[in-house]
């Protein structure tokens, strides 16, 4: 299962959101791949693109980057929810012309 994060249109500046993503990215796609406990954090970082100091510079532990993507996979799959319904909703009324 491969899941993608938005993709990256964000201004020059923002490196530092760029590289939580990508790091939040390569956890994802290795706890899909191989489950919580076979996925080291070394793995990640060369997932990711980095080393596994700026990984702790981004997320002080394991656990705190797990803890954040729950939090954005739960923000997305709320959108998406959200974004459904909604979309459904406006189906499934008759459409409306002016005049």
Do not use: N, W
């Amino acid at each position: 299962m491969i899941v993608h994060f938005e993709s990256d249109d964000s201004p020059p500046g923002e490196s530092h959101q760029r590289q939580a993503r990508s790091i939040l990215q390569a956890m994802l796609q290795l706890v899909a791949e191989r489950g919580f406990h076979d996925a080291p954090m070394s793995l990640v970082a060369k997932r990711a693109g980095t080393s596994a100091g700026i990984i702790y510079h981004y997320f002080p532990s394991k656990d705190e980057l797990i803890r954040a993507l729950y939090l954005h996979v739960k923000a997305k799959m709320g959108r998406f929810l959200i974004e459904g319904r909604l979309l459904a909703c406006l189906r499934s009324r008759p459409s409306r012309g002016f005049g």
